[in-house]
Nanobody
Framework: QVRLAESGGGLVLPGESLRLSCTAS????????MAWYRQAPGKEREWVAG???????KYEDSVKGRFVISKDNGNNAVYLQIYSLKPEDTAVYSC?????????WGQGTQVTVSS
């Protein structure tokens, strides 16, 4: 059974950086895509970044220039580097792996940006 586990969240000051990790266990096939989503308090979950086997990356417009998604196929991992964190980045960040048979989600990691 494939499972995803996120890590790297926490409480940070505005302007600081953070690197989120999402590692898969029990994975036998490479996903067709990997992505990060976030859900802020009182809001719906939103997609923020995606990466494909080719290395192609895509970003939601509001995070371009501050968020960088990357992957490590050897470690079955996807990362999200966030620079210049803002209070509005406060959310639960979740990763998603897309497979031909369906999507797999991690449990999420809380990121809180506050002074």
């Amino acid at each position: 059974q494939v499972r995803l586990a996120e890590s790297g969240g926490g409480l940070v000051l505005p302007g600081e950086s953070l690197r989120l990790s999402c590692t898969a266990s029990g994975m036998r096939f490479q996903p067709t895509a990997m992505a990060w989503y976030r859900q802020a308090p009182g809001k719906e979950r939103e997609w923020v970044a995606g990466i494909y086997p080719s290395g192609l990356t895509k970003y939601e417009d509001s995070v371009k220039g501050r968020f960088v998604i990357s992957k490590d196929n050897g470690n079955n991992a996807v990362y999200l580097q966030i620079y210049s964190l803002k209070p509005e980045d406060t959310a639960v960040y979740s990763c998603k792996f897309v497979f031909p048979y369906g999507d797999l989600w991690g449990q999420g990691t809380q990121v809180t940006v506050s002074s």
